[in-house]
């Protein structure tokens, strides 16, 4: 069994406060979390408990033992940084860290007592890494044992660093109560019924009769009270960094040759990113440029690809739209990763959107016709014919098996015009005070020689038969309002289509035709 | 030889030629019997369906239950709409799933033409490109552009229908549909108020490749929403038959009110 140390932070969202501003130390300070008075003391330094602050205090209770109590939020900043800083102290001791909770590390020490020749190898290693750690500002626990439960439990106790030989982890748990191994409530409540009461007791009953008794959770915990961690180290890994770039000999000036060894560098990434199985969410690019400068972009993806033609595209579009300025030097170009949606093929149902060419698909549509030009349609709260609106396409798995087909209603459509097409229309005379073209029935569409309606479908002709009119109201309590009369008309040259006269202005516009 | 052995033998290469014609997965059937009648069972996968009708042919309402019968049936279907006109209340209420429909609006046929070449090889089980009306911003494209979409459906075995208001695809399209000689369905006359019941269209196949039985023609009626009623249980013995009054149909009571109220 490997050697094991672990270095815990006590009242850790408390500590990496305190790293942060080390003037509360001296005072009556509490860390909270939540809102208001709501809000929980989760840590109090040692004046504020000597004045009766406990944790899961409310902060009306806390401030009634200590007015002058000063409080602060967790700040996820500071914890983040103290996490990292107290990986960085184990880091500097061995290769294979884990990062077990916040303020909790584990770190392999076989091969370490080399490094400390006194005639405690291990007491020493333990001084080493609480004084590495108070160099960090951050106060540790440390506990040094053959598994990761009994050295988180030893670090626990007083006096540290608490070591514990090889082979006595199970001695060394014997006598503590039976709360150190984290036991399920459920669980905790049979014990109790047994008589059951430290984790030697637990030791001590068979283990098959706890596993048929308790079932899985009561086998683990009984292996756990004989010293055995089936839980083995996990090494910290560093997220990976996908970064390529270039110096170039000669400062680049045009689009095309930056693209020329863009392409290569898109081509690794990719390479790199495949090798992974990830692919890219997010394309950084930061272009060095000349005399001195830098230049810094990104592009957001609509889903995870590592395609290089996308990418490729994806970069040209977004360099035409802002040039850099300047000659280009050098370049870095940063993926983030993300890892590619997968899907479950079905045997008797339809063949799925493979996940990851849908995800190049919708990419290569974002790179031709840009954002808000495709997804799929969703209905829309209202009268107004022409709304409508978009959502990210991300269709739901196919059924498993494939149904019959079904017939539709046979529905008449209607091509909506959007924006409404302006159209001059001679019509009857209305009802008073609808002005002179008011709403009466429409006799004649003419178009309306304008450059927005040149390249729009032209709409002009003798009315045939006319159904209408409907009123549509919207938006009365808005400030932008919708009162239309709506017409059907059947044209003497062909064509059914849908018009209406807006109130407020008087004009007629031609919103869909019937197709 | 004799000739009916002669007549029975074929070289490597034709065989390849008609296994290839073959449909080898089933046609991808569409919610309009008239348009399933006339193209034998549905949109054969592979094939460029060119669909090409004027205004008020009903050519949108054939697109439009062409996507209502993939993504029923729980395929992805894309639509690249070039002239911006689908309601996406009128598709739901068509039948069409939009939550299975891409719908892509480009602004000009170039990029109409990559984006349902980029579907087509994304792996869609039905692609329909519309063109809308004319003028088509960016004209017809070339001969070339339609045979390599033609080569893109085939090559994913993808069904693609391209509506236009004329001929564009040239010898691409395996089929060719004409909707044509749309005639409105008016309701009432000079006493009572007219209103708009739907529309008489004709489906033709102008063109097939290869084989096959199929309809030369398909009457093609279309109900307009507000004067469709779903289809009633069959009567009982004694009951009597016949279409429910107009007033009596789903939202027509306040259709007639307002009709009543502009005299």
Known sequence: MPRLACLVVPLFPLAARLRSEPSLKQEAAAVLEGNGNAARVLAATRRARRGGVLPGMSLPQARALIPKLLTRGRDALCEGAARASLLEVAAGFSPRVEDAAEGVVFLEIDGLERHFPGPSPEHDLGHALTVAAGKAQLPVWVGIASSKLAARVAAEQPGSPTLIPDGSEA????????????????????????????????????????????????????????????????????????????????????????????????????????????ACVRLELALDLEPDGCHRRRLELPAPTREVKTLLTLLRLDLEKTPPGAPVCGFTLTAEPDRPVEAQLSLFGPAALSPGRLATTLARLFALLGSGRFGAPRPVDGHRPERSALVAYAPPPPPEVRPEPRRGHGLLQVRVLRPPLPIEVIADAGPPGDGPNGGGRPRELRQQAREDTARRPAIRGRVRVAAGPWNLEEGWWETENVERDYWDVELAGGGIYRIFRDRGSGEWFADGIYD | MPALLHRRLHTGRELIRRHAD??????????????????????????????????????????????????????????????????????????????????????????????????????????????????????????????????????????????????????????????????????????????????????????????????????????????????????????????????????????????????
């Open chain 1, 171 to 278: 001695a060394f748990l014997a006598p503590l109560p039976l709360v150190r191994l984290s036991p399920a409530a459920e669980v905790v409540v049979s014990l109790r019924r047994w008589g059951i009461r430290s984790v030697g007791d637990l030791a001590r009953l068979p283990a098959n009769d706890v596993a048929s008794r308790l079932g899985e959770s009561g086998r683990e915990l009984h292996q756990k009270a004989r010293g055995i961690d089936p839980h083995p180290l996990v090494p910290h890994q560093p997220p990976p960094v996908f970064t390529e770039g270039l110096e170039l000999e000669w400062p680049l000036v045009s689009i095309e040759p930056f693209l020329f060894v863009a392409r290569a560098a898109l081509e690794r990434l990719g390479r790199r990113l495949e090798g992974r199985g990830l």
């Open chain 2, 22 to 263: 073959l449909p080898a997965d089933p046609a991808l059937s569409t919610a309009s019997a008239a348009f399933d009648e006339l193209l034998a069972g549905g949109l054969p996968r592979g094939r460029l369906v060119e669909l090409v009708g004027r205004r008020s042919s009903g050519r949108f309402s054939v697109v439009l239950s062409a996507l209502a019968g993939a993504t029923l049936a729980g395929e992805g279907a894309a639509l690249v709409d070039l002239g911006d006109g689908l309601d996406p209340q009128a598709a739901a209420a068509a039948g069409v799933v939009l939550e299975r429909l891409l719908w892509v609006r480009p602004s000009h046929l170039k990029p109409a033409l990559i984006s349902a070449e980029t579907l087509l090889t994304g792996g869609f089980a039905l692609v329909v490109l519309d063109l809308g009306y004319p003028p088509v911003p960016g004209g017809r494209g070339t001969e070339a552009v339609w045979r390599r979409l033609a080569r893109a459906a085939r090559d994913r075995r993808s069904a693609l229908l391209v509506a236009s208001p004329y001929r564009v695809s040239g010898t691409a399209a395996a089929v060719v549909a004409r909707a044509g000689g749309g005639r409105p369905l008016w309701r009432g006359g000079r006493r009572t108020p007219r209103l708009l019941e739907g529309l008489a269209s004709h489906l033709e196949l102008e063109k097939r490749r290869g084989a096959g039985p199929a309809a030369a023609g398909q009457p093609l009626t279309l109900a307009h929403p507000a004067a469709y009623t779903a289809p009633a249980a069959p009567p009982r013995r004694g009951e009597a038959t016949g279409a429910p009054p107009l007033a009596e149909r789903p939202g027509e009571e306040c259709r007639l009110e307002r009709l009543a109220e502009a005299g």
